[in-house]
């Protein structure tokens, strides 16, 4: 008995160093494409360490970024908690630097066919009621930012993912929003339905030369990327990145994020081929971003000079 005692607490002590080191990344809503991304790391770059934590979203993984932790992160929240930190006096943004440029993640507006919506501009309307994600998600942030700008009046209804799929289906609100890279695995379910139930939803279009400004050029959802929406969408992204925190940074933090980096780097490739869609846009370059970017993330991804070896 004394023994089994023992090595019970051998046991404890050992999983108690192993989570003490294990590397947190969190990503996103299960089934979504920063979730897939970051169950791709894991498996391509064979970090036994690593702890893939889902969430409910980039303004909670902001909430919980600390030294050591990686997040995923939407370019847009980062930006609106720059705004908070100038309008609130705070300084929630100044020690974050970003690791990864993930690219697009597509702004996607689904809507109920009998709410007769086909444009941005159809939501126009107090009387039509819009899910723009639940207060953890980025789709929230974005949803508000194409609200504020485009100057529409739909009535919000802070709805998850999966509560907007049942309320729109229901009747209960006439669109919602959601932000994820194409194809979005989460949808899966809408491919399932009836070619009946499949007319009740449709992907909108959105295009507005306000949201220019924020989100660059218009993108195309094409008609090959869902089945239950067989037509091309245009519509604006949102560059996807992964962040982390550097003040009070321990330097067994800093290499595992160097090793981290620089495998993504060694298996781009197979990433590339076998994993998330999203990886083909993977580029290791921080061209289109105007926010710091860590030392390490610039030491493992520059570009070598002719004649470097």
Known sequence: ?????????????????????????????????????????????????????????????????????????????????AWNDLTNITNRTDDVKILLSLGNEEIHL???TE???????????????????????GTAVTATIIKQQTECKWTDVNLSFKESIKALLTREIDAFFFVGSAPVAAFKPFSLLSPA??????????????????YGEPVRILRT????????????AVISLLVTKVTGETPEQQKQIK??????????IN?????????RQVAFNFNRLDWPVHPIADEVFKKKKPGEN
């Open 259 to 268: 090793d981290l980096l620089g495998s993504i780097k060694t298996n781009i």
């Open 110 to 112: 689904v809507a109920h």
């Open 271 to 279: 990433l590339q081929k076998d994993g998330h869609p999203q990886w």
């Open 197 to 214: 139930h499949q007319k009740k939803i449709k992907l909108i279009s959105i295009s507005d030369v306000r949201l220019k400004e924020i």
């Open 1 to 81: 008995m004394r023994k089994l005692l023992l090595n019970l607490l051998a046991f404890a002590f050992i999983l108690s160093i192993t989570n003490a080191n294990a590397q947190v990344i969190l990503s996103g809503i299960e089934g979504a494409s920063n979730f897939q991304i970051a169950q791709d790391i894991k498996t391509y770059t064979g970090i036994k360490t690593l702890d893939i934590k889902p969430s409910s979203g980039s303004v909670e993984n902001f909430n919980n970024l600390k030294p050591g932790t990686i997040a995923f992160i939407q370019y847009d929240v980062l930006q609106q908690e």
């Open 115 to 137: 709410s007769n919506i086909s444009s941005i501009r159809d939501l126009n309307d107090p009387n039509i009621k819009v899910g723009i994600g639940s207060k953890d998600q």
């Open 225 to 236: 990327t869902y089945d239950w929406a067989p037509y091309d969408v245009t519509t604006y």
